[in-house]
């Protein structure tokens, strides 16, 4: 997987990343490290090119899972 950070975003719906816990996926809730979900715009789209919102977040076995947003069907906030 690269090591493309997606640049950060401004918290929605009133949830902070910080404090998102687990994440719901087609296969299954995916639990996440503590402050490590981000998500936003991926770093090195050339000028003019539009990039969909990704996610990114440390599991607890600390591989990272990463995707677009809209592929979260839900979050568990502590």
Do not use: Y
């Not at 998102?20 to 490590?36: A, C, F, K, N, Y």
């Not at 979900?37 to 990114?56: H, K």
């Amino acid at each position: 997987m690269s090591d493309i950070e997606p640049k950060s975003v401004e918290p929605v719906v009133g949830i902070a990343p910080a404090n998102i816990r687990g994440v719901l996926l087609s296969d299954g809730w995916h639990p996440v490290e503590p402050g490590t979900f981000r998500a936003g715009r991926l770093d090195g789209v050339d000028a003019g090119q539009v990039s969909p919102i990704w996610f990114s977040f440390k599991c607890d076995s600390a591989e990272r899972i990463a995707g677009p947003v809209s592929s979260i069907v839900a979050v568990r906030e502590f």
